[in-house]
C-alpha cells in the first residue's frame, strides 16, 4: 500500500464548476500537508500548505485537512480554463533529527472545459 | 517564477554512461532537495542537503550522489545509467531545514537509451 494515494484522474468539468480534489494517507506522522499544482513540462508550483486539521483558504482555493480520517481535500471554486493542470498533493513528518522528505501523490490531472 | 534554475533543460544518455544534473537555489535558501518524476507518477525524493551535508535520503542506490555549493548551487550526479532512469529530475529549495514551503525548478528532463 502506498503511504499516499490520490485518484490520477483523468478529472474534466466546465468552466466556473467547484473542483474537489482528494488524498488518503496511512502514515500517522505526517504533519504538514501540501498541494503543487503542475503544468506540462514544468515544475510543482506550490499552491497551499497546512499543519493543522480543518480548512485554510487563499482565493479560490480552499484547502481541508481530516486528521482523524487521514483524508486531505482542495477545493477550486469558480474554475477557470488557467485551472487546467495536474495537482499534486504531499505531505511531510519530521523525524527526530529534524530532516524530512516529502511524499507525494501521484497526481490528479485536471481540464477545465470553457 | 520560483527563482530555482536547473540545467540542462534535456539530456539524452546512454545505458552505462554518467550524467550531472544542476540546480542554483534562490539566494539565502539553505535546503535543497531533488525527486525524481516518472511519467504520470509524483515526484520521488531522492535525498536533501542542508548547508552542504547530506540531510536524508530516500530510497534510491548509492549511484546517485549530490553535493550543494556555498553559493547555494547543487548538483545530482548519476552513475551506470540504467533505462528506468529517464524521468524528469526535479530540484527544490527551501529557506531552513522545513519543507513546508518547497520552490521547485523545471526540471530536467534525461532519456536513457
Known amino acids: 500500500q502506498k503511504e499516499v494515494e490520490q485518484d490520477p484522474g483523468p478529472l474534466s468539468v466546465p468552466e466556473g464548476a467547484i473542483v474537489s480534489l482528494n488524498c488518503t494517507y496511512s502514515?500517522?506522522?505526517?504533519?504538514?500537508f501540501m498541494w503543487y499544482r503542475q503544468y506540462s513540462r514544468k515544475g510543482p508550483e506550490l499552491l497551499m500548505y497546512?499543519?493543522?486539521?480543518g480548512n485554510k483558504e487563499d482565493g479560490r482555493f480552499t484547502a481541508q485537512v481530516d486528521k482523524s480520517s487521514k483524508y486531505i481535500s482542495l477545493f477550486i471554486r469558480d474554475s477557470q480554463p488557467s485551472d487546467s493542470a495536474t495537482y499534486l498533493c504531499?505531505?511531510?513528518?519530521?523525524?527526530?533529527?529534524?530532516?524530512?522528505?516529502?511524499?507525494f501523490g501521484t497526481g490528479t490531472r485536471l481540464t477545465i472545459i470553457p | 517564477e520560483t527563482g530555482v534554475t536547473q540545467s540542462p533543460t534535456h539530456l539524452i544518455k546512454t545505458r552505462g554512461q554518467q550524467v550531472t544534473l544542476r540546480c542554483s537555489s534562490q539566494s539565502g535558501h539553505n535546503t535543497v532537495s531533488w525527486y525524481q518524476q516518472a511519467l504520470g507518477q509524483g515526484p520521488q525524493f531522492i535525498f536533501q542537503?542542508?548547508?552542504?551535508?547530506?540531510?536524508g535520503r530516500g530510497n534510491f542506490p548509492p549511484r546517485f550522489s549530490g553535493l550543494q555549493f556555498p553559493n547555494y548551487s547543487s548538483e545530482l550526479n548519476v552513475n551506470a545509467l540504467e533505462l528506468d532512469d529517464s524521468a524528469l529530475y526535479l530540484c527544490?529549495?527551501?529557506?531552513?531545514?522545513?519543507?513546508?514551503?518547497?520552490?521547485f525548478g523545471p526540471g530536467t528532463r534525461l532519456l536513457v537509451l
Open positions: 542537503y542542508y548547508r552542504e551535508e547530506e540531510n
Open positions: 527544490a529549495s527551501s529557506l531552513g531545514e522545513g519543507l513546508e514551503t518547497q520552490y
Open positions: 502514515n500517522s506522522a505526517f504533519q504538514y
Open positions: 497546512t499543519y493543522s486539521s
Open positions: 504531499a505531505m511531510s513528518a519530521r523525524s527526530n533529527f529534524g530532516n524530512e522528505k516529502l511524499t
